[in-house]
């Protein structure tokens, strides 16, 4: 049964199903758009509006709990002071997950994820 297990292992163990996470955020809040696939895409969207929603407190706390999760400063400095304001008056929903088609090489279904911008 699998109750109360969420979450995709995505053939990883559980430190590097993190540091993927991590490094993802991290691309996604530099760039505003990555090009992953649909899993991976899926796994990461909830990751993301988790730290969005943190960082629109704007407080110590969560600064602190920010820098938990990014490791670059340049990244935690962008994402409190850029890109949280933007999504105030948004009750979540924060990216957008399109649908690209299969891979060629090994046949996998691509997509984007993006922050939405208003």
């Known amino acids: 049964m699998r109750h109360l297990s969420s979450g995709r292992k995505l053939n990883r163990n559980s430190s590097s199903r993190i ?3 991590r490094a993802q955020a991290t691309a996604l809040f530099r760039h505003g758009r990555i090009k992953t696939t649909i899993t991976k895409a ?4 909830p990751y993301v509006e988790k730290l969005i929603t943190t960082a629109r407190g704007g407080d110590l706390h969560a600064r602190r709990l920010i820098a938990r ?3 670059d400063r340049d990244i935690q400095r962008k994402l409190m002071d ?3 304001p933007r999504y105030l ?4 929903g924060y990216t957008r997950i399109y649908r690209l088609g299969t891979r060629r090489g090994d046949g996998v279904q691509e997509a984007f994820i993006e922050l939405i911008t208003d």
């Open 69 to 71: 999760e990014v490791h």
């Open 89 to 92: 008056q948004r009750p979540g």
């Open 19 to 21: 540091a993927l996470a």
């Open 42 to 45: 899926k796994n990461l969207q």
């Open 82 to 84: 850029d890109i949280a």
